[in-house]
């Protein structure tokens, strides 16, 4: 009896994380926020972003530097190498079709299946509510960076110089 109860309260668990699972947010790439965030007004955060190394940080992979950094430190065949990867394409195990997009801007905002209508970006509490990622001070922001830029490859980072460099705000009203 105790054994069939325990049984079934697995099953309900089992139950359970497929459904959270269906309900959890995908990633939908930097070509679907392009439709809204491109615009003069709202702040050119695609044409941004584009601009930026972050953009083309799983490029940077098939390049001779990247050959010789990899060699540095006995890795091999960096576009494919997990351990480059982690920081150059994050979304290369999680959305393999995103691979390309590099630090896209779902990295650091959350996936976007969710949050990405238009009722729902308009109102910041239900886009968060929605799996949108907003940081709450400098200081969060600067942890999250230090995730990838935490001494790779032996380069210092200064967070405000960096952060100057690829801000992307909405200009203010
Ligand atoms: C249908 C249009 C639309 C799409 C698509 C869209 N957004 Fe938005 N987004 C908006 C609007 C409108 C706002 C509100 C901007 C404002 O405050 O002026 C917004 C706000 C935001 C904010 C700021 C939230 C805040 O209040 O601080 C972030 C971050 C954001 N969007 C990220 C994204 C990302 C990442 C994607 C793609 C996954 C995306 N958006 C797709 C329309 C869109
Ligand atoms: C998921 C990992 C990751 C995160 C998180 C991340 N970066 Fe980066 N960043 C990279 C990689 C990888 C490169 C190198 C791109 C290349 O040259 O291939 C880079 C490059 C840069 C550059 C040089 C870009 C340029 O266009 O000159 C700046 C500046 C920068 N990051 C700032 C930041 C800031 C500020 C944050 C936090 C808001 C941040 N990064 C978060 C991985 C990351
Ligand atoms: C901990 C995160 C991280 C890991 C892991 C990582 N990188 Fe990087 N890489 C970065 C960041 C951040 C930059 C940008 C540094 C900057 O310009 O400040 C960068 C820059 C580069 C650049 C451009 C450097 C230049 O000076 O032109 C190459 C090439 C590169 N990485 C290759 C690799 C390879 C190959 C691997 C795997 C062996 C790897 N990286 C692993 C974070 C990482
Ligand atoms: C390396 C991380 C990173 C990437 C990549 C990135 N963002 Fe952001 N974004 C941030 C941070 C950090 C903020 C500041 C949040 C804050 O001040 O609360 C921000 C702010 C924003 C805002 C709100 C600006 C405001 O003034 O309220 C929008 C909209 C936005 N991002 C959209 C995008 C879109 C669209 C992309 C891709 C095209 C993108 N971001 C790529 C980290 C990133």
Known sequence: MKKTAWFVLAMAIAALAIFLAAKDATYVGASSCKLCHK????GRQFTIWEASLHAKSCASLTTPKALEVAKSTGASNPPENAQCLGCHAPLAAKAPELKSEGVTCEVCHGAGSGYRKLAIMQDKEKAVQNGLVLYPDPGAIQAHCMQCHQ??????????????????PVPTK
Not at 39 to 42: H, K, M, R
Not at 151 to 168: L, Q, R, Y
């Open 151 to 168: 001494n790779p490859h032996g380069k210092a980072f200064d967070f405000k110089a960096a952060w100057e460099t690829i801000k992307h």
């Open 39 to 42: 615009a003069e007004l709202q």
